[in-house]
């Protein structure tokens, strides 16, 4: 899920809240629109979540539930940040 300004209380907060009540929901990522920075959160078991965030564009995103890993760099090719928040 991409982050606005807007929204990104509610997909961080309720929205969450509400997805975590999903049983097959095994991951769950946000991506930041105005900074390279993705947040992603794992399912361990039941009641247990674990979070990552990793920022700049040197990172790799581990997405464990598809058994893949997206280079941060690929994630924000055609977008433009500014440079001090991309870093």
Do not use: C
């Amino acid at each position: 899920m991409v982050l606005s300004e807007s929204t990104a209380g509610f997909d961080r907060g309720a929205k969450f809240a509400h997805y975590r009540e999903i049983p097959s929901l095994k991951q769950y990522v946000l991506v930041s629109q105005t900074e390279a920075m993705v947040d992603t959160f794992y399912r361990v078991n039941d009641n247990t979540w674990e979070i990552e965030t990793l920022v700049g564009l040197d990172s790799d995103v581990e997405l464990k539930a598809l058994g893949i890993t997206v280079k941060m760099a690929d994630i924000y090719r055609q977008v433009e940040l500014d440079e001090t928040t991309s870093l």
